[in-house]
Every structure is written in structure tokens, then in C-alpha cells.
């Protein structure tokens, strides 16, 4: 468990610095009123939350497929109820920031989603048997 951990935490950051770099080079051409000042914190955020989901998922996954199933279903849940907690608090407390913020939040969110979706997939993957390519 513990290598499976430590690989996805290194692509985990090897993505989030490709991403942080891409934000960072799109921060040069979009108006700063665009931008939230809260957006290098979301990074940290990502990839803090990322980290925890997957590590119960990594728990849980040499068990049974259902409970992975069930498992995976209430990180989820549990990850959109924080996310949804967060954003509306900090919409609530900082009216002039909130679309930048709810635009920054929206966009690393479906980057990380589909980063951890296609490892989750990939590890949950059997390889198939009996393939062969001529």
C-alpha cells in the first residue's frame, strides 16, 4: 500500500506543478481582476483533499469490490459536501472575489477530479488475459 501511496503522490505533485505552471503562464495574459488571490492556496487545498480520498481509497481497494464501491461513493460524497462548504463560506465572506474564486475553484476542480478518476480507474483496472496483438 505504502508504494502505491508514495507513486501516486508523485504524480500527484508532477501534475500539480505542470498545472501551477500553466495557471501561472495564463495569469500573464488574463486582467488581474480575473484572478483570485486565493488561487495558489486552492492548489494546496486539491491537493490536500486528493491525497486523503485516495489514500481510503487505496484501503479499500484490495478488499471487496463492494465496499471499494461503497467506499468510493461516500469519498465522493463527503469531497463535493467540503467543496460545496468551502465555497459557499468563502462566497459568503468575500462578495467581491466570488466569481474569480468560484472560476478558479471550478476549473482545478474538474483538473484534479479527472486526474484522480483515470488513477483510480487504471489501478481498479485487471489486466486482461489472454490479449494478444498481431
Request: charged fraction near 15%.
Amino acid at each position: 500500500m505504502k508504494s502505491g501511496y508514495i507513486s501516486f503522490l508523485k504524480q500527484l505533485l508532477v501534475f500539480s506543478v505542470i498545472l501551477g505552471g500553466l495557471v501561472g503562464i495564463t495569469a500573464i495574459f488574463i486582467p488581474k481582476e480575473y484572478l483570485s488571490p486565493t488561487l495558489p492556496f486552492l492548489f494546496f487545498f486539491f491537493i490536500a483533499v486528493t491525497l486523503l480520498s485516495y489514500f481510503f481509497l487505496l484501503r479499500t481497494m484490495k478488499k471487496k469490490i463492494n465496499r471499494f464501491i461503497n467506499t468510493y461513493l461516500l469519498v465522493t460524497f463527503l469531497k463535493l459536501m467540503v467543496y460545496i462548504l468551502v465555497m459557499i463560506t468563502y462566497v459568503f465572506t468575500n462578495r467581491s472575489d466570488a466569481i474569480p474564486f468560484m472560476l478558479g475553484f471550478f476549473i482545478l476542480y474538474l483538473c484534479y477530479t479527472i486526474f484522480e478518476v483515470v488513477l483510480i480507474v487504471g489501478k481498479t483496472r485487471k489486466p486482461e488475459s489472454g490479449t494478444s496483438t498481431q
